[in-house]
């Protein structure tokens, strides 16, 4: 049986912390700056971790 090849996609997105949760970036930090406060911009610098409904789904993405 061969071996299961990672989704490199989902490779770039998402790191797997020592505990085994799922660490992401978050969305909205494209464009429009100048309208989001201070407060929001700080909060979205931070990591967010991938939910546990969509943990299984990317767990099949990156095997390992």
Not at 33 to 61: E, M, P
């Amino acid at each position: 049986m061969p071996k299961i090849k990672t989704h490199k996609g989902a490779a770039k997105r998402f790191k797997r912390t020592a505990s085994g949760k799922l660490k992401r970036n978050k969305a909205y930090t494209g464009h429009f700056f100048i309208r989001k406060g201070s407060t929001q911009k700080r909060n979205l610098r931070k990591a967010g971790y991938v939910s546990d409904a969509d943990k299984k789904r990317i767990d099949r993405l990156m095997p390992s």
